[in-house]
């Protein structure tokens, strides 16, 4: 097997123009740069990643904390941040948190022992202290930390108003929406307030149900859909996230409930599986991709000592379908 010695014998330069070539630490001219390329592409030389992370005192390796991998946006997110780090060579390690409390906390002790070079922080489980008081690369999805650690996330905002334009186009007058807990301080949360108050302006009653932020599985959710739909007999709209707006759909339908023809549904995010409900769901579509693509885009620039954006929005979408 080819070592750096057999680099630079074959490309004609010193040992330390291939190490700094291969570490990108210092200047190597265009003429030997071309000759130590065709170099290991001739030897098929295989550069030790360890030693270099090594001498470049990182890892290569960036850790992902989510709530919970089965929840298909997180594992949509999980899946593109993957491919993007592996495109800027970073290899990644994820947490999933539901149901182990102290995971996250060792991923964050990992960024201190320098396991991993820094964290995308997607989960809402620990308190802020725990994150700030650590000196290290972080950026923070949908998660507020009152702007001391960068921050990426949706224009919730807008997604808030596209879905109280839709019930009011629809002629909703009394609208149930849930909510993840309002003590969970994400900018997800500005979509519900924005879609209580537009549709308050235009005279339709809201009712806000906070559910468990912590749980997300359909099971989960179409229990809880039994017992709250009961409560709300009158309400002829409903705005959820994508995976309880289909549990809500599921336990009307079962009731002999019409959609939409008895009760509009919204939900929010723009899953794949919206395209799979009867009738097909309704949603602001939050572009998952982008969000990857901005997340890794910025923890590298941290990493890297770069300049980046610390607040970062990416626009949603409506996708019409035929829920409302």
């Known amino acids: 097997m080819a070592g750096i010695r057999d ?25 030997s740069r071309n000759r130590i390329e065709t170099a290991i592409k001739t030897l098929d030389y295989q550069p030790n990643e360890l030693a270099r992370n090594l001498y470049r005192n990182r890892s290569g390796i960036i850790g992902v904390i989510v709530p919970d991998l089965e929840h298909p946006f997180f594992s949509k997110l999980s899946k593109y ?50 994150y700030l008081k650590i000196n290290r690369p972080i950026l923070a999805m949908d998660k507020d930390f009152n702007g001391q650690i960068p921050l990426v996330h949706s224009d919730h905002k807008k997604g808030g108003a596209l879905a109280a334009e839709a019930v009011i186009k629809a002629g909703c007058r009394n ?24 549709c308050t302006k235009h005279g339709i009653r809201v009712r806000t149900v906070e559910t ?11 229990r809880y859909m039994q017992k709250e739909m009961v409560k709300y007999p009158d309400v002829d709209g409903i705005f959820s996230a994508d995976i309880p707006a289909i549990a809500c759909m599921n336990v009307l339908k079962q009731r002999g409930y019409k959609i939409p023809q008895d009760v509009k549904i919204i939900g929010y995010d723009g899953l794949d599986v919206i395209y799979m409900t009867d009738p097909p769901l309704t949603s602001v579509s939050q572009d998952i991709e982008k969000l990857a693509e901005c997340c890794v885009d910025t923890i590298i620039r941290i990493i890297e000592g770069k300049e980046y954006e610390s607040h970062q929005v990416i626009d949603v979408d409506f996708v019409q379908g035929k829920s409302i």
């Open 7 to 31: 680099v630079a014998r074959e490309a004609h330069v010193g040992i330390g123009t291939v190490s700094r070539y291969l570490n990108g630490s210092g200047y190597v001219s265009e003429e």
């Open 81 to 130: 941040i993957e491919i993007n780090l592996y495109e800027r060579n970073y290899k990644t390690m994820i947490c999933n948190t539901v149901g182990i409390s102290n995971r996250e906390k060792e991923y964050l002790k990992m960024l201190e022992r320098n396991v991993v070079d820094g964290i995308i922080a997607a989960a809402h489980t620990l308190h802020s202290e725990e």
């Open 212 to 222: 468990n932020w912590n749980l997300f599985s359909h099971e989960h959710f179409r």
């Open 175 to 198: 609208v149930l929406q849930f909510t993840t807990s309002s003590k969970v301080t994400t900018p997800a949360n500005q979509r519900h307030i924005v879609f209580e108050e537009i």
